[in-house]
């Protein structure tokens, strides 16, 4: 059974970094691309960033020059600089053999349970 499990979520303040990441287990996700999404109370779920298997990346334009996604084998990386309070959400983790670096959250079969990132004003 596949699973995504993140971590590293927190509290912080604006403009202060983070990082979270995401550990796969169960199979190989070597040959999936993996990526990110948040959700923030009230509102839908949100594309941040992923990463194919052949390290093309796409970003979110709300986050792009302040998040940065990597991968390690079988875990993915989000770092975040410059955060704001608009950042604060639940972000998940996610994955699938698609080979396109996709935004669209059904493109994605496998979820973590989210982490809580907090940005204090």
């Known amino acids: 059974q596949r699973q995504l499990v993140e971590s590293g979520g927190g509290l912080v303040q604006a403009g202060g970094s983070l990082r979270v990441s995401c550990a796969a287990s169960?199979?190989?996700?070597?040959?999936?691309?993996m990526g990110w999404f948040r959700q923030a109370p009230g509102k839908e779920r949100q594309f941040v960033a992923t990463?194919?298997?052949?390290?093309n990346t796409y970003y979110a334009d709300s986050v792009k020059g302040r998040f940065t996604i990597s991968r390690d084998r079988n875990t993915v990386y989000l770092q975040m600089n410059s955060l704001k309070p608009e950042d604060t959400a639940v972000y998940y983790c996610?994955?699938?053999?698609?080979?396109?670096?996709?935004?669209?959250?059904?493109?994605?079969?496998?979820w973590g349970q989210g982490t809580q990132v907090t940005v204090s004003s």
């Open positions: 169960g199979r190989t996700f070597n040959l999936y691309t």
């Open positions: 996610v994955a699938d053999t698609t080979n396109f670096a996709s935004s669209v959250p059904d493109d994605y079969r496998y």
């Open positions: 990463m194919t298997w052949r390290g």
